[in-house]
């Protein structure tokens, strides 16, 4: 019996969050141009500002080229094939609350897990839903205000507290930062929006749900999570999509931003629909992340990357401010034909900041994983410190594994470590379990378990659980 | 328990067992000798069921079921237990965690009432007691750091968990010290019963003053050349393996 | 300035470099050679700042006209010999009156009358340099070494390059050592004056041979180097390649390792120094294309002052390349504030049954260890010197040949001296 053959059988596993919700929606017909900018403006009735900023971003976008840099493949993406709008028409009028709210939509939501009912809802966990391009609903709204902190759809931030989007939003992540964000800027339809005041650490852990549903749309969210001096959140995402044979384009920005002593933990569980077997389908995930640290602050980046047919993202922190602490915790898997590029980028400007990256890839089936990845040591930043730590696991013969790192330093008081392994669940550890009597999938996701366990322990409890077994299951049927 | 008949296997294409029979009754404590490259480890592999061994003859019963046919898991569920010679680390999985999946599936095929997380860890932490490994070594990655000794002893420790009808030990014996031999003899021999059989693979006699076999066979060029009691074992350990396989310059 | 100076620099280089390629074209044994190079050149740009390859790397050095002018200098010394056998090159062209050739190496020249290996061709080669050393190959030596052949005494190969203006010259050379053979060559180059040498070197190991390989690059501060090495080691060869860089104007170094033979083992090391407003910058990638190859690469840079290391270890695991090991370890030490150490190592890996790792770290000397020996009274600017000297001493004493590291310590500790900032 070869234990890959087995691994094979395994590898084969359905994507379970791969149906289409029957939801009315009013989407823009396909094609991008100033127009389309203004339509998006337009409905959201924003400011005269925004709608320029958008402008400028799009113009920015139409001078740029596709990155190219990537080890990805795919056919040349035509952007005037995607619909950038699409809302459920039950939104049109805005509910006001979740008892508002089309039950088909909550229903789609509970199917994912994601009760939206408050009662039923996980404790201690408020929840903003995006579906598609606007917010569904979103949680404990009233109770987080209570402790001041503000959670709440972007598109309604910009009419609520404009001061402080108009402040912060593009100065993480510039209108021109890369051809996606500038793409993102231009037509961002929806996505959350956070600040927690000064000293206040978030009573409970915030989450967003991403859900791609209308087939040839794109999603383009925006968030912005401002953490004012003093002050912690911990804050998730989660992204599936139902199953369809076109692939689906996904840009979205994430800016961070540490204000002096706050602390930021982002975690993420990405499962967009990973497309099929032979490669047919999926999301494309191109996504920028960043974050700004300043003085004594700290983000924390975790995530477990098992969906999308591409993923392309690098959530960064930028160490601005003296003993400034960033962090990049990653499992990433790919199976069949799925192709990951990510990693990180740990930008040290300040004095006596610190970076961690630990990373993870696991690759199976004819997939492609890479880990890319830049220290940054600027000449200011005295007694810096960086350890990255980059495994691969590799489970077959048919995929490949790739380790990028940069490593720039400027400063010879700063101390620059990156160790990478690649390694394969090896027969005899498989031997091993099974003369213990341990079946040889339960094997392998133990084995593959354990060697993901420094990055599990970084996500908050509910989800390390939830991680550990999407993993299980994207891994059911693929034993090496 | 167990009859071996007529066995052969290949290695790589190469026959290392020549018609091997030996037959293994419950109670009873059997230790196999020869010199190195006679076939020890491949009978031990063989029986566990390790990939790239092949039985290309004879057959090898288990309480009347072929071996050949079971994989190494439902081996391990039957009873039969392989106490390895180099085990191998699994750096990531904790030996708790490894032992709480080993005993739940061996326990279910067994029909046996699953153990709660309370009382797993009453027992491996007694059983880690009865080994000298400190309880603190459950929370490590399997076998992942461990000394040459304390892997020996943590087979043993899975052992006495698993409390199989069959134990093979293969060399488990080597690079022991005194102490910790003492200690591996002591698990063993806590082990023996009326319904269990041992069986002892080892090169040297030392392993026999602890654990006092019924039967001692010499292995030697893929066969059981001799078989006879512990007092056969004092023999060998005098006369060396070569009055026995006519090779009497070369043993060493 | 000619017409062109307004031209981007990489548009320029391009230019020089087809006129140096066109006005080499002649009809003789080496014609496809120059050819097929030549329509590389033709369809290649060469780089600039957004090529990945030459990020950290600028060209900027070669606005002062290097590839338009041709080194013709002769009157520099020759340093003194490592080995008792020595070949002699100046600007690239065989000095058959300052050469000595054991009787077991044979020599043939890169001199067009008679063809070449088929390795010598041009998409062996990848950057623009190196074609343009192709297209340009009217001189160069192949060493021959015949098969179950030992040669006991290393062979030095002195590649000197020598103008009192900025110009160029090509050099080329090719070991050819047969099968179950061994050999040492020291590849050593020496310079005097703003020359850029554009060096292309090809080893060959023939299967079961045994190669010990130095690069010596130790040239004056103003002269440039653009090198290229490949080595092929044959099936169950052992290959070691040790090169020892110090910081110029510009050093680049592309070195290629195939492994296309099953059972080779490679050992690349380096040791790379760069003090004053030096750059150096190595760029190496080891394929493993074949099953049970074994490579294993140290690399230790120094950088002092304002100079700047760039360091890319590529190790690229072919589908089908099981039982593969390769390892890369580059370790890195900035002994001053502006200094510059950028460093890249990368796994290409698309096969499971592999044992592949890299490490690389980049800091300053250890600070306990200078306490130490300054509470021994030993000042602060000799502790380091100590320590840095301590930091390659790893690889210095595993060099197998005495006169090398004999070469090298004198060499390293006078770098690390002058690395000392002048605070």
């Known amino acids: 019996m070869s234990s890959q053959a087995e691994l094979d059988k395994l590898i084969r596993s359905d994507y379970e969050a791969g149906f289409v919700s029957a939801i009315e929606s009013d989407t823009l017909p396909p094609g991008l141009n100033e127009d389309v900018v203004r339509f998006i403006s337009q409905k959201k009735g924003e400011p005269e500002w925004l709608l320029e900023w958008r402008l400028e971003a799009y113009r920015k976008w139409q001078a740029m080229r596709l990155p190219a840099w990537a080890h990805i493949k795919h056919p040349p993406l035509d952007f005037n094939e995607v619909s950038y709008y699409s809302a459920p028409k039950s939104m049109a009028d805005g509910p006001k609350s979740l008892d508002e709210v089309d039950p088909e939509l909550l229903r789609t939501y509970e199917k994912l897990g994601i009760p939206l009912h408050e009662q039923e809802m996980l404790a201690g966990v408020a929840v903003d839903a995006v579906f598609d391009s606007v917010s569904v609903g979103t949680t404990f709204r009233a109770k987080l205000l209570e402790a001041g902190v503000i959670f709440c759809p972007i598109s309604e931030a910009v009419h609520e507290y404009p001061e402080l989007v108009k402040k912060y939003l593009g100065s993480v992540v510039p209108q021109g930062d890369n051809f996606y964000a500038a793409l993102n800027s231009a037509v961002f339809s929806d996505g959350s929006f956070v600040y927690i005041p000064k000293g206040v650490r978030c009573p409970m852990e915030l989450s967003t749900y991403f859900r791609i549903n209308e087939a040839k749309t794109g999603q383009f969210e925006r968030t912005l999570i401002v953490a004012d001096e003093g002050s912690y959140v911990s804050y998730l995402e989660g992204c599936t999509a139902p199953v369809r044979d076109e692939n689906q384009l996904h840009a979205a920005v994430v800016e961070l931003v540490a204000l002096p002593g706050a602390q930021i933990k982002y975690s993420t569980v990405q499962n967009w629909y990973p497309g099929d077997a032979e490669g047919k389908g999926g999301i494309y995930n191109f996504v920028t992340k960043r974050g700004v640290c300043h003085d004594n602050a700290k983000i924390s980046w975790t995530q477990v990357e098992t969906g999308s047919a591409i993923t392309w993202k690098y959530p960064s922190v930028v160490l601005r401010g003296d003993n400034a602490v960033g962090e990049f915790y990653s499992v990433a898997l790919t199976r069949n034909k799925q192709q990951a590029d990510t990693g990180t980028k740990m930008i040290h400007l300040?004095?006596?900041?610190?970076?961690?990256?630990?990373?993870?890839?696991?690759?199976?089936?004819?997939?492609?994983?890479?880990?890319?990845?830049?220290?940054?040591?600027?000449?200011?930043?005295?007694?810096?410190?960086?350890?990255?730590?980059?495994?691969?696991?590799?489970?077959?013969?048919?995929?490949?594994?790739?380790?990028?790192?940069?490593?720039?330093?400027?400063?010879?008081?700063?101390?620059?470590?990156?160790?990478?392994?690649?390694?394969?669940?090896?027969?005899?550890?498989?031997?091993?379990?099974?003369?213990?009597?341990?079946?040889?999938?339960?094997?392998?996701?133990?084995?593959?378990?354990?060697?993901?366990?420094?990055?599990?322990?970084?996500?908050?409890?509910?989800?390390?659980?939830?991680?550990?077994?999407?993993?299980?299951?994207?891994?059911?049927?693929?034993?090496? | 328990m167990l009859d071996i008949r007529n066995l052969r296997a290949t290695v790589a294409g190469e026959e290392i067992l020549k018609g091997l029979n030996l037959s293994v009754k419950p109670g009873e404590v059997h230790a196999i000798m020869g010199p190195n490259g006679s076939g020890k480890s491949t009978l031990t592999n063989v029986l566990s069921g390790r990939d790239g061994y092949a039985i290309t003859g004879g057959e090898a019963l288990f309480e009347g079921r072929d071996l050949a046919e079971l994989e190494p898991e439902e081996r391990a569920h039957a009873g039969l237990f392989l106490a390895f010679q180099y085990p191998v680390e699994i750096?990531?999985?904790?030996?708790?965690?490894?032992?709480?999946?080993?005993?739940?599936?061996?326990?279910?095929?067994?029909?046996?009432?699953?153990?709660?997380?309370?009382?797993?860890?009453?027992?491996?932490?007694?059983?880690?007691?009865?080994?000298?490994?400190?309880?603190?070594?459950?929370?490590?990655?399997?076998?992942?750091?461990?000394?040459?000794?304390?892997?020996?002893?943590?087979?043993?420790?899975?052992?006495?968990?698993?409390?199989?009808?069959l134990a093979l030990l293969d060399e488990t014996d080597s690079g022991l010290d005194i102490d910790a031999l003492q200690v591996v003899a002591r698990g063993v021999n806590s082990l023996r019963s009326p319904e269990r059989a041992i069986v002892l693979v080892t090169h040297y006699q030392r392993l026999l003053d602890y654990i006092v076999p019924d039967y001692v066979h010499v292995l030697a060029n893929g066969r059981i050349l001799k078989s006879g009691g512990k007092e056969l074992a004092l023999e060998l350990e005098q006369r060396g393996y070569g009055w026995l396989t006519g090779e009497e310059e070369a043993s060493a | 300035m000619s017409a062109t100076a307004q031209e981007p620099l990489n548009v320029q280089l391009k230019q020089q470099a087809l006129a140096l390629a066109r006005a080499g074209l002649r009809e003789d044994a080496l014609q496809s050679v120059r050819r097929d190079a030549l329509a590389l050149l033709e369809h290649t740009e060469f780089p600039d700042k957004r090529t990945?390859?030459?990020k950290y790397t600028s060209l900027q050095a070669l606005t002062a006209g290097h590839l338009t002018r041709v080194a013709r200098g002769n009157g520099a010394s020759l340093p003194a010999p490592l080995a008792t056998h020595r070949l002699v090159l100046i600007n690239g062209h065989y000095q058959p009156a300052l050469s000595q050739l054991p009787d077991s190496i044979t020599l043939t020249r890169f001199d067009g009358s008679r063809a070449l290996a088929a390795e010598t061709a041009s998409d062996t080669l990848r950057t623009p340099f190196a074609w343009l050393n192709n297209a340009t190959l009217t001189d160069g030596l192949q060493l021959d070494i015949a098969d179950n052949t030992v040669v006991d005494a290393p062979v030095e190969v002195l590649l000197l390059a020598t103008d009192d203006a900025p110009s160029h010259c090509q050099t080329r050379l090719r070991v050819q050592l047969g099968h179950h053979s061994r050999a040492t060559v020291i590849e050593r180059y020496a310079a005097t004056g703003p020359v850029l040498t554009n060096a292309v070197t090809e080893l060959v190991a023939g299967a079961g041979s045994q190669l010990t390989h130095y690069r010596l690059q130790a040239e004056s501060p103003e002269s440039l180097h653009i090198g290229t090495l490949i080595i092929a080691p044959g099936r169950d060869s052992n290959v070691h390649s040790c090169q020892l860089m110090q910081g110029n104007v510009l050093r680049r170094n592309d070195v290629r390792a195939i492994m296309a033979e099953s059972g080779a083992s490679l050992a690349l090391n380096g040791i790379f120094v760069g003090r004053g407003n030096s750059h150096i910058d190595n760029q190496i990638t080891v394929e493993h294309r074949v099953p049970h190859c074994h490579s294993e690469q140290l690399f230790k840079g120094m950088a002092g002052d304002t100079a700047k290391l760039v360091f890319n270890g590529r190790i690229h695991i072919f589908e089908g390349a099981k039982g593969t090991n390769a390892e890369l370890s580059n370790k890195n030490l900035l002994l001053t504030p502006g200094a510059e150490v950028d460093t890249k190592p990368e796994l290409e890996i698309y096969n499971d049954d592999v044992k592949c790792s890299h490490g690389t770290t980049c800091g300053q000397l250890d600070a306990q260890s200078l306490f130490y020996l300054r509470s021994r009274g030993i000042d602060a600017a000799e502790a380091k010197r100590m320590l840095g000297f301590g930091f390659v001493n790893e690889l210095l004493g595993a060099l197998p040949d005495q006169a090398v590291a004999e070469w090298a310590r004198p060499w390293l500790e006078q770098a690390l001296t002058e690395a000392e900032p002048a605070k």
């Not at chain 1, 810096?384 to 696991?393: E, G, H, I, K, P």
């Not at chain 2, 000394?147 to 409390?163: A, D, V």
């Open chain 1, 350 to 480: 300040g004095k006596n900041t610190r970076s961690t990256i630990i990373s993870k890839g696991i690759s199976a089936g004819g997939s492609s994983n890479a880990y890319r990845g830049l220290v940054r040591i600027s000449p200011r930043a005295e007694n810096a410190r960086n350890f990255t730590q980059c495994d691969s696991l590799l489970l077959g013969d048919q995929c490949g594994a790739h380790t990028f790192p940069y490593i720039e330093s400027r400063n010879p008081s700063a101390m620059v470590e990156h160790e990478a392994t690649t390694s394969k669940v090896s027969d005899d550890q498989l031997f091993l379990c099974r003369s213990r009597g341990i079946d040889p999938e339960k094997a392998v996701s133990m084995i593959v378990n354990g060697f993901c366990k420094e990055v599990f322990k970084e996500l908050p409890m509910e989800f390390a659980v939830e991680a550990g077994k999407l993993l299980e299951v994207s891994l059911e049927g693929a034993v090496g």
């Open chain 2, 91 to 165: 750096p990531g999985v904790s030996n708790l965690e490894f032992l709480k999946a080993s005993l739940e599936a061996t326990r279910k095929a067994q029909g046996k009432e699953p153990w709660d997380a309370v009382t797993l860890l009453r027992h491996a932490r007694e059983t880690c007691k009865q080994v000298d490994l400190d309880p603190q070594f459950l929370k490590r990655g399997v076998n992942e750091g461990f000394s040459g000794g304390e892997k020996k002893r943590n087979e043993i420790m899975q052992m006495l968990l698993l409390q199989p009808k």
């Open chain 3, 52 to 54: 990945e390859q030459w």
